[in-house]
């Protein structure tokens, strides 16, 4: 049965909510634009109030309602609605069904959507006018900003179709026969209902996409705040006001976006091959320049009050930090970047809409200051050069010029998609080698970042005198000592690096002293110190876990295997990252004696791994039993039974794990089991290897997979080849040497005696590998008067042997052997050394950003409350007259 | 003049750096026969050719040699660039193991000899990801199991 009310209840929320924004745009609109015959009317004024108000607010409570029908259709399983059928399945345990949710294009709009209405009745309680004590606060001009882009939001899910072509936004409620009219399926059976969804890709089950996404899209959703405090501030002719109410939530906004990005980098490094946490891919890019252009606009408004420069920075840099945003969703969500960025994202056709939103208010925003750039008052004096102002503005501008270069190079495919428009083709690719390209400039610029947060905090803080630096000194030389100390001791031989480590250095070292400083005096001054400390370890964790990652798989056996010319003549030793491991069989490596044990499967609820063959997957079972299997044997683990023999048990049947042990050379031992996952959804048999990181304090070991046999040719057997030979005889089979050097007489069979008139034997055959030799013992065996053969079969030779005929006229024995593909990995391991410092440099810049956030938004209540105290006129007209 | 306008100018003369110096940096899209050509005039500078694989009539890829047993990091296999130039690619990995059902490639690298040495492989598949790509043989199957 198809479901259709919830379906058609979530779509009229979708339509409400886009109604109501427009109203309580129009709303804030009328009271921002009231002249003096409505602010006379004070009766006339609170209707509006009262219509802009209850109009978002019904907006927030609409978004609830599409939410929660969303969430309904996909924890009920209703595979009829196209998003549930492509985004879920049965098999999906309930913690990633959540972030189904999220998983489609529709649904991230919906949750940007949800953060801006929660933020929008925060900030209508927090900035309210309140006309009966006549204080005018920024709600009416902030929040017409704030509903229209609200308005713009929720018309990306809108899903209404004019004609045939022209639609607007993409509903999530789409029936699967709606979505796909074609399917041949809804021809003969309209009221086709899937049994089973699509499911996700299985490399979003990963915990960190139930968090990731939120807390991106509420990174995305704050840097409206200050977008729309500023238009509101020019708007309103207040050009410096505005930044004491954004503030806060531009550090706010901050913090969450960079944690956001950083758990995206933390479930690359985690979940994807490419061996670490960033990899200058388009997609990171385009959502860390904002980030670094947000910092920089912090850092402007900091200064803002004071210097007029940084004023109009600070203006330039918080509509940009929002602009560069909505151009980061272009990007992602448009398929231009499709040829160069390994993320893709499909178009769903709103790539039109999304330009237009972003030059509309690109268009406003440009427009308004130009228009209010001259109300912007002149510096009396010039800047000096031993001002705060001065070096807090170089490391605002130096934060852009690093931005500007990741932007640039970002957008290599849009320039090439705009030359096309214009008739020719600009055929600009990314840098060959893009990490090299990023990090040749961004690691000049990050070292002159960390020492301007050094000198910047002096200033900053008095710590300076009037007219020289000489302060500065002592911590710099303290900084040359312990970094040359490190770099004699790392052995860092590459100028960038170096300057890197020292700027570090003195950024922790300066930073620190001030840190103290201050701390005696009010701690909760310290955010600052305290997020520039975060940063520079931060710096200090990339530099060493990237540029000083050593491989510990280098194959060292390759060249000397091959004897052909052909493999070896062009291979350089930095390419030979690989190694080969063959079953059981151990191999040096760094020191290391590594082996793979073989392929392990994870049944849901036991806690362990158990071996892939201990379990028979249900194939064809009806889609509630997909993900199911058959125990082959008693799963026991510490002492506790979880599945008898025979039990049916849950699995994750996209997920094999590759058991490698490590010997260190002090004899102690432990294991990793990274990942391959047969991923349907990234091409058809598509297989993906997930790394398992063995964590240390002082580094991390990073092993994955990066080739095993085609899961496809797996269990399949070569055609028998017989050998009729006596005892002691020597033979060849499958390339090995092999010795069958006698015959034993046997009273058991697979632990079954046999009976009095029965009898049994087995051959012992030595099959010699190059290092070591395996013994095979077919069983030839007469039961109740039948023959009956056990033919052996060991896997780390890809060889079945059996026992087939035993003539006792010549004294021959036939044996019949097959073989198949012998069971190897290929894989890849390195160490990346102090990755921890990154970690806990993002907690120290966690930390230092909500000090900062907190001190700064008790600034803004504090002033608020002061204003609301004291009596104003209603004669003080708004300053819409003043110009 | 006053020391923003100099340091107006530092900075634009900075940002056009970056510009130039990461025009220096860009690749480009080129046939093998361009990349050959830039390779004998000593360009040392990786490109991106965009090609497809040779498939036999079965749709098997032909001529790609993957024998992990002997150098898992050796890889060879023949594309045919838009030019339908038919070139050999060598890339000292092991094979992605999604390669075979890959239909356009583009490989990033330089033309060396005989071969072309790549640096990457970008695979484009044909996706189940891809939205609105009903496949009516799952269908099918799922309805034998009603």
């Given at each position: ?222 840097t ?37 990005i ?18 200058w891919?388009p997609?990171e890019n385009s959502v860390l320049v904002p980030w670094l252009v947000l910092v920089a606009a912090i850092h402007a ?8 420069t940084?004023?109009k920075t600070a203006i330039i840099l918080s509509v940009s930090s929002f602009l560069l945003i909505l151009y980061s969703?272009f990007l ?26 972003m030059?509309?208010?690109m268009?406003?925003a440009i ?26 503005f170089i490391g605002a501008i130096v934060l852009c010029l690093a931005s500007f270069q990741v932007l640039n190079t970002t957008s290599f495919p849009v320039y090439?998609?705009i ?9 600009i690719?990314m840098p060959?080698?893009q990490?090299?390209h990023f990090n040749k400039f961004q690691v000049w610029f990050f070292a002159v970042i960390?020492?301007l ?431 | ?6 340091f107006g100018i530092i900075i634009i003369a900075l940002a056009i750096g970056i510009i130039i110096s990461t025009a220096g940096d860009a ?120």
């Open positions: 049965m198809i479901h259709t009310t919830v379906g058609q209840i979530g779509h009229l929320f979708v339509i409400l909510s886009f109604v109501t924004a427009l109203m309580a745009t129009v709303a804030y609109l009328r009271i921002s634009l009231a002249g003096n015959d409505l602010l006379q009317n004070k009766r006339e004024l609170t209707q509006w109030r009262w219509l802009a108000r209850g109009a978002f607010y019904v907006h927030g409570l609409t978004i609830l309602g599409v939410v929660g029908s969303l969430f309904y259709i996909i924890f009920n399983n209703y595979y009829e609605y196209h998003y549930a059928w492509n985004y879920s399945s049965r098999a999906l345990p309930a913690e990633y069904v959540i972030s189904s949710f999220w998983h489609g294009q529709e649904g991230s709009f919906l949750l940007w959507l949800f953060w801006n209405a929660i933020l929008g009745v925060v900030l209508i309680q927090t900035n309210r006018d309140d006309r009966t004590n006549g204080t005018r606060q920024w709600e009416a001009p902030m929040m017409t900003v704030f509903a229209l882009v609200q308005a713009f939001l929720a018309s990306m899910i809108l899903g209404v179709v004019f004609g045939d072509t022209f639609k607007i936004g993409s509903s999530p409620f789409l029936l699967l026969r709606e979505a796909m009219p074609d399917a041949p399926i809804f021809t003969s059976n309209p009221n086709y209902v899937p049994e089973d969804g699509k499911g996700m890709n299985p490399l979003l089950q990963n915990y960190w996409m139930v968090i990731h996404p939120p807390t991106l899209f509420l990174g995305y959703a704050t409206l705040i200050p977008f729309a405090f500023c238009i509101a501030g020019l708007w309103k002719n207040e050009p410096k006001e505005w930044m004491r109410p954004a503030l806060p939530w531009a550090l706010f906004s901050a913090m969450v976006l960079g944690v956001g950083l758990m995206g980098g933390y479930w690359a490094y985690e979940t994807l091959n490419f061996g670490g946490y960033w990899n891919d997609v408004m900091l200064i803002g009050k004071k210097s007029s940084g004023l969703t992602t969500r448009s398929g231009i970047l499709g040829n160069s960025s390994v993320h893709s994202f499909t178009d769903l056709g709103l790539s039109g809409q999304l330009l237009i939103y030059l509309a208010f268009a406003i427009v308004l200051i130009a228009a209010k750039w001259k109300l912007i008052e002149k510096d009396e004096e010039e800047t000096s050069v031993y001002s705060k102002e001065f070096w807090v090439n998609k030359g096309e428009a214009f008739g020719f083709n600009p055929n690719a060959a080698d990490v090299a960390a020492v947060t050094g000198i910047g905090q002096y200033i900053w803080w008095r710590k300076t005198a009037k007219n020289n630096l000489n302060a500065l000194i002592t911590p710099a030389i303290i900084s040359l000592v312990i970094s040359g100390a490190l770099i004699a001791y790392g052995n860092i031989t590459k100028p960038a690096f170096m300057a890197l480590l020292t700027a570090s250095v003195f950024a922790i070292v300066a930073n620190s002293s001030i840190l103290i400083g201050v701390v005696r005096g009010n701690y909760k001054l310290s955010g600052g110190a305290v997020t520039h400390i975060g940063a520079a370890l931060m710096l200090l964790g990339v530099l060493f876990s990237s540029g000083y990652s050593k491989i510990v798989s280098i194959n060292n056996t390759g060249l000397l295997i091959s004897k052909s010319e052909d493999f070896t003549k062009n291979d350089n030793k930095e390419n030979k990252e690989n190694v080969i491991l063959w079953l059981n069989q151990p191999q040096k490596m760094s020191g290391y004696l590594l082996t793979y044990r073989g392929k392990r499967i994870e049944i849901r609820g036991v806690p362990d791994y158990v071996p892939r063959d201990w379990v028979e997957p249900l194939v064809g079972a009806s889609p509630e039993f997909s993900y199911h299997g058959i125990a082959l044997h008693d799963i026991e683990q510490n002492g506790k039974l979880y599945h008898k023999k025979g039990d049916t048990v849950a699995l994750h049947p996209e997920n094999t794990y590759y058991e490698v042990e490590y010997r260190e050379p002090g004899g102690k031992v432990f294991t990793l089991f990274p990942r391959g996952q047969i991923n349907e959804q990234m091409g058809e048999g598509g297989f993906l290897p997930s790394p398992d990181i063995r964590r240390m304090p002082g580094k991390d070991l990073y092993t994955y997979v990066a080739t095993v046999p085609d899961p496809n040719s797996e269990g399949t057997w070569s055609p028998a080849e017989t050998y009729r030979i006596a005892p002691r005889d020597t033979f060849f089979v499958n390339d090995y040497v092999a010795v069958f050097d006698n015959i034993e007489q046997t009273r058991e069979i697979d632990g079954t005696p046999l009976g009095p008139n029965d009898a049994a034997v087995k051959a012992v055959v030595r099959v010699l590998d190059k290092e070591r030799e395996y013994v095979l013992k077919p069983a030839f065996i007469i039961k109740d008067r039948l023959v009956g053969r056990k033919a052996e079969t060991n896997d780390e030779l890809g060889l079945r042997l059996q026992l087939d005929e035993i003539d006792p006229r010549t004294g021959l024995f036939t044996f019949s052997a097959n073989t198949t593909q012998r069971d190897y990995i290929v894989m890849k391991a390195k160490e990346m050394p102090l990755i921890n410092l990154l970690w806990i440099g993002t907690f120290v810049l966690v930390i230092g950003f909500s000090m900062a956030a907190v001190r700064r938004y008790r600034e803004f209540t504090k002033m608020r409350d002061k204003d609301k105290k004291k009596p104003v006129v209603v004669a003080k007209q708004p300053t819409v007259n003043r110009i | 003049m006053k020391k923003t306008h100099i690749s480009s899209y080129v046939s093998f026969t361009q990349a050959a050509e830039m390779a004998q005039s000593g360009e040392k500078d990786g490109v991106h050719v965009v090609g497809k694989l040779t498939k036999d009539a079965q749709g098997q890829i032909t001529n790609m040699v993957y024998q992990p047993q002997i150098d898992p990091n050796h890889f060879e296999f023949t594309l045919v660039d838009n030019e339908n130039r038919t070139q050999k690619v060598v890339y000292n990995a092991p094979k992605p193991q999604d390669f075979d059902r890959s239909e356009q490639v583009v490989v990033i690298g330089t033309m060396n000899g005989d071969h072309f040495q790549a640096d990457k492989i970008l695979l484009k598949c044909p996706s189940k990801y891809q939205e609105n790509k009903l496949e009516t043989k799952e269908y099918e199957a799922k309805k034998a199991t009603i």
